[in-house]
């Protein structure tokens, strides 16, 4: 299970952190990551972090504003997307997912599309105005 929180409105330049809390995930290693989605676009990755490794990748739109990180214990993990220097292109509804790595054909490695991934949470609307 997937719940964001933290969505809201802010002005241009201002900063919002978002929280997704996930439980019921068995498996010690795996990929969770924020992707947004606006009217009328696809859905898209924000920021990808392996779980367990912190590996992490980032849309080029979001580098240097973003920052995606992770919190765990015994009983759930909390994943956080600290968003910085917002802009009003960032304005969407903003999901948490959970996905195991992905075969790129000669290697495994990091999911960063939305049809990677199997778990979503049900998003939190974040507005830059």
């Known amino acids: 299970q997937l719940v964001e929180s933290g969505g809201g409105s802010v002005q241009a330049g201002g900063s919002l952190r978002l929280s997704c809390s996930a439980s019921g995930f068995t498996h010690s290693r795996y990929y969770m990551g924020w992707f947004r989605q606006s009217p009328g676009k696809e859905r898209e990755e924000v920021a990808t972090?392996?779980?367990?490794?912190?590996?992490?990748?980032?849309a080029a739109s979001v580098k240097g504003r973003f920052m995606i990180s992770q919190d765990r214990d015994d009983r759930k993990t909390t994943l956080y997307l600290q968003m910085h220097d917002l802009k009003p292109e960032d304005t969407a509804m903003y999901y948490c997912?959970?996905?195991?790595?992905?075969?790129?054909?000669?290697?495994?490695?990091?999911?960063?599309?939305?049809?990677?991934?199997?778990?979503w949470g049900q998003g939190t609307q974040v507005t830059v105005s």
């Open positions: 972090i392996y779980i367990g490794g912190g590996t992490q990748h980032y």
């Open positions: 997912a959970a996905a195991n790595e992905v075969w790129y054909g000669d290697h495994w490695g990091l999911p960063n599309r939305p049809q990677d991934y199997t778990y």
